[in-house]
Structures are given as structure tokens and as C-alpha cells.
């Protein structure tokens, strides 16, 4: 089955460096979606990325895929302690499992003051 | 607008016990999944419904785990009987499905934290 693999799986920063998790998948993707999950609550839609190489930014926050639509990135500018959660990345194969959402193991992230 | 809504929040059982979750998805979405996710974790689809159709359950644990979604609205997802390995939350999360081929917006609930004794 699909395998979808997250590094690292914990990063603590200091306020204000940056972070950068990534996602790497065995297969192809038809596209690659990203969730915030805050401590104790639940996961919160951040961004979907369809194209080959494409390139997203919120703010403090830039999403990359790949050219090969196998691996994706989130970094994160200049951390802020609202920043603390868990990023999980979520990859679609497309094809006969379209819809079908298989989530990496997530980057837990802790910002200190 | 409300979010998907999920009852109970906490549940504490003893291993052999049945145990039930609701979920009430956002007014409108046709798709509703239904997650398990372990402490540290991704979430793991266990079934997923349009409308009233359940089109992938390949990895609900069909021995023990049964779920319904009723006139496409409420879902229940059940285990009978549970087992200590069944602790963890239980999301469920609903999304409009608009046709065609890319993957909806998924909007979680609050889940249920299931600790077996």
C-alpha cells in the first residue's frame, strides 16, 4: 500500500527561526494536502497542492511539491509560539483511490519563547 | 456555520464492551469519513461514505467494527465488542464532493477519545 513518510518527526525551535518539515511518498500523487493539528484538538485543513512544482505561500507559511508529485514541504518563516502544533501532510494517489487520504505520521512542532 | 459535531467527546469502557460514536457532519457535505488515530500519529480512514454509500471500508476491522449512515446525514460507528488496542480518538470529518477529479477539503470534528480498561 501507499507508504507516506514525514521527517522530522519533532522540531523545536526557538521564537522566531524556521522550520521546515517534509513529505515523502512512495507512489505518484495526484495531489498532497497539508492540516495543522493544535494540542489536544483536531486536524485543520492549511492547503492542497496539485501541480507539478508548485509553490503556495500563506504568509509566514510556503508549501512546495514536487516535480515529480512525490514529496512536498511546508516552512515555516520565523516561527511564532501560535505556530506550536502538529503539521501533517495527507497524499492523495488519485485513480481508483481518489478521495482516499493516507496521512503521514506528522512534525511535531515546538516553538520556546 | 456549525462544524461537524461528534458526542460523546471522552469514553472510557472495559475491554469486551460494546461503544458507540456519533457524528453529525456540516449541513450540505455528501462524503463523510470516519479516522482512528493512535497517540502520535496520522489518522487512519476506516470508512469512508457518499451520501449513503460506504465506497472504501477496506480497512474498517469488519470482525468487530460496524458503522451506518442513515439517510446520508448521521453516521454511527460502532465496536463490538472492544478491545484494549481500540484506544485512541475517533475522528470524523465531512467534505463536499463537487464531482470531479480532485480531492475535497476535509473538515474534521472534535473526536472521541476512546480509553478501553
Known amino acids: 500500500g501507499q507508504q507516506v513518510m514525514q521527517i522530522p518527526q519533532y522540531q523545536h525551535v526557538q521564537e522566531g527561526e524556521d522550520f521546515t518539515t517534509y513529505c515523502n511518498s512512495s507512489?505518484?500523487?495526484?495531489?498532497i494536502q497539508w492540516y495543522k493539528q493544535r494540542p489536544g484538538g483536531h486536524p485543520v485543513f492549511l492547503i492542497q497542492?496539485?501541480?507539478?512544482?508548485e509553490v503556495k505561500k500563506q504568509k509566514r507559511l510556503t508549501f512546495q511539491f514536487g516535480e515529480a508529485k512525490k514529496n512536498s514541504s511546508l516552512h515555516i518563516t520565523a516561527t511564532q509560539t501560535t505556530d506550536v502544533g502538529t503539521y501533517f501532510c495527507a497524499a492523495d494517489a488519485g485513480g481508483t483511490s481518489y478521495g482516499k487520504l493516507t496521512f503521514g505520521q506528522g512534525t511535531i512542532l515546538t516553538v520556546h519563547p | 456555520e456549525a462544524g461537524v459535531v461528534q458526542s460523546p467527546r471522552y469514553k472510557i469502557i472495559e475491554k469486551k464492551q460494546p461503544v458507540a460514536f456519533w457524528c453529525n457532519p456540516i449541513?450540505?457535505?455528501?462524503?463523510l469519513y470516519w479516522y482512528r488515530q493512535n497517540l502520535g500519529q496520522g489518522p487512519e480512514l476506516l470508512i469512508r461514505?457518499?451520501?449513503?454509500?460506504?465506497?472504501?471500508d477496506s480497512q474498517l476491522p469488519k470482525d468487530r467494527f460496524s458503522a451506518e449512515r442513515l439517510k446520508g446525514v448521521d453516521s454511527t460507528l460502532k465496536i463490538q465488542p472492544a478491545e484494549l488496542g481500540d484506544s485512541a480518538v475517533y475522528l470524523c470529518a465531512s467534505s463536499f464532493n463537487k464531482g470531479f477529479a480532485s480531492t475535497d477539503t476535509q473538515y474534521f470534528g472534535p473526536g472521541t477519545r476512546l480509553t478501553v480498561l
Open positions: 507512489t505518484t500523487l495526484s495531489n
Open positions: 497542492l496539485v501541480k507539478s512544482g
Open positions: 461514505y457518499e451520501n449513503e454509500e460506504a465506497v472504501d
Open positions: 449541513s450540505g457535505h455528501n462524503t
